[in-house]
Each structure stands twice: as C-alpha cells, then as structure tokens.
C-alpha cells in the first residue's frame, strides 16, 4: 500500500475542506485534474506563508515566523475520488495536516523545509508565466492519477 491512502486516512473524519494556497487555486489546474471546479470560499491561514520554493514554479506553505497569513481557497465539496486524485497530485514531501483557517478548520499540505526562499510565492507571476504549461502538464497527468497509478512525466 502506497503512503498517499494513509495519508488521507488520518483524516477520515474530517474535515472535509482543502485549503488550496498556491496552484490549485486556479481553475484551470483544477478543471485540468479533476474535470471541474470544485465550490470554493476565499480563506486564508493565519500564521503561515506561502514559500517560493528554489526551483520550482509552485509554492510550500510554511509557517511565518512574524505573523501574517497565508491567502488562498477553500475547497468545500470535493468527493472521495477527488481527494484521492489531489493527494496523489501532492507531492509525498507534503505533509497533510489540519489547520485553523479564516473560515473553520481545513486541510492544507505543509511544506516541511528545505529550498524555502525568503520570498513569498507570487500567484501572479505563475499565472502569467507559468499556469498555461502547468496546467497542460496537469491535464497530461491527470489520467494516470484517476487511474490510481503514479504521476511520473
């Protein structure tokens, strides 16, 4: 058994929304993936930040050292099938904890350090500059993830 089913495991009973704070909050990575666009609130996570990560289009939510709160969305509908799809999606580095939002309580994969920068993440630059490929990488890789099998490239 792969880690990804126990990951999601822990949190069998609830909660039941994912706080999305770097790529999935564009729907054109979700619809990618998922084939829609889940209902969502904007929210945010007080005491983190979402981290440019070296070398890499896509961020890692940290926790902040001088407050501050992390912006992003809630996902409030996904179906069991999605949220296998999501995990699968995440890379394992991730640690999938509960977290206090703006709105409640939700899921959020952590970044656990390493290749942080001291940057934040800057949405609209990888919307600008990276979401068109991301999300057609997205859409290439989605099939293999419905299917249960790894992401690879």
């Known amino acids: ?10 949190f069998s009973q609830g909660p ?5 704070y770097g790529t999935l909050r564009f729907g054109d990575v979700l ?35 001088f ?36 709105t409640g309580s939700g899921l959020a994969y952590i970044w656990p350090g390493g290749d942080v920068r001291a940057e934040d993440w800057d949405a609209t630059e990888f919307e600008e500059n990276h979401l068109a490929a991301y999300a057609a990488r997205c859409a290439r890789i989605a099939p293999r993830l419905a299917a249960g099998e790894p992401k690879g490239e």
């Open 67 to 102: 407050g501050g709160s992390a912006p992003g969305m809630a996902l409030t509908d996904l179906s069991s099938e999605e949220w296998r799809i999501l995990d699968a999606f995440e890379d394992q580095r991730y640690e999938l904890r509960e977290v206090v939002l703006s």
């Open 1 to 10: 058994m792969s880690a990804t089913p126990s990951r999601l495991a822990r």
């Open 31 to 65: 619809k990618a993936l998922l084939g829609r666009i889940p209902d969502q609130v904007p929210a945010s996570a007080p005491g983190y930040r979402a981290a440019a990560l070296q070398d890499r289009v896509y961020p890692g939510l940290v926790v902040c050292a």
């Open 16 to 20: 039941n929304t994912l706080f999305c």
